[in-house]
């Protein structure tokens, strides 16, 4: 019987194609997750780790057959987010097979960043009832949990409590500067960092 380790030769990579948009917005204490895709979608999206339980506000679906949007929010001591300071994470996956990870599948690291300049006035913030957001980053990533970190992910940041993904254009040949310049044009003022690393096929 003829056997092979399939890690190595079959990797889903994150994909942002049919999204036309994730934004995500940090509150005091929570995150909300809105996905807008240009077909009508009828998969699911939950946070990493809360699949099997398919419970909310960790896992949602959409209301009808014909839902274009779809809106997750949730506490950020919820859904397995990750605490590092004053800094909360969680990946966010997008599924468009209700019980299947499939090629197409898209996954986005979402960032929430509370962490104070050392400039700021002690006592002002102290009489601030609610956390101020300093930040807010989120990154195209793999939806399989069993691969590794990639490096060849698109990342948007902002300085406000609000960040959108906007997938790139599919275009033909075109090289990384081009890439690059584009998306500083269009959305100056908005991003403060983006990284873009190209596929081997793609150069």
């Not at 014909?66 to 001591?77: A, G, K, P, T, V």
């Not at 990870?101 to 960032?111: K, M, Q, R, V, W």
């Not at 050392?118 to 980053?137: C, F, I, P, W, Y």
């Not at 908005?190 to 690393?197: K, L, Q, S």
Request: with cysteine.
């Amino acid at each position: 019987i003829w056997q092979q380790d399939l890690t190595d030769t079959f990797k889903i990579e994150g994909s942002d194609q049919g999204i036309q948009k994730v934004n995500l917005k940090c509150g005091s204490n929570s995150m909300n997750v809105m996905l807008e895709t240009e077909k009508p979608f009828t998969g699911v999206m939950y946070t990493r780790g809360s699949f099997y339980k398919q419970s909310a506000p960790c896992f949602v679906k959409p209301s009808t057959q014909s839902s274009r949007s779809l809106e997750m929010n949730f506490q950020l001591d919820q859904c397995q987010t990750l605490k590092d300071g004053e800094l909360y994470s969680n990946i966010v996956v997008i599924q468009n097979d209700p019980e299947l990870i499939t090629p197409g599948d898209s996954a986005f690291s979402l960032e929430c960043d509370f962490r104070q300049p050392r400039s700021l006035d002690v006592e002002a913030n102290m009489q601030t009832r609610e956390r101020v957001v300093r930040g807010s980053k989120i990154t195209l990533t793999s939806p399989d949990p069993s691969t590794a970190e990639s490096d060849s992910s698109i990342s948007y940041q902002s300085d406000t409590d609000s960040v959108e993904y906007v997938p790139r254009q599919q275009s033909g040949n075109i090289n990384q500067e081009d890439v690059i310049h584009e998306a500083e044009t269009v959305r100056l003022g908005t991003v403060e960092e983006v990284t873009y690393t190209l596929e081997k096929d793609e150069l």
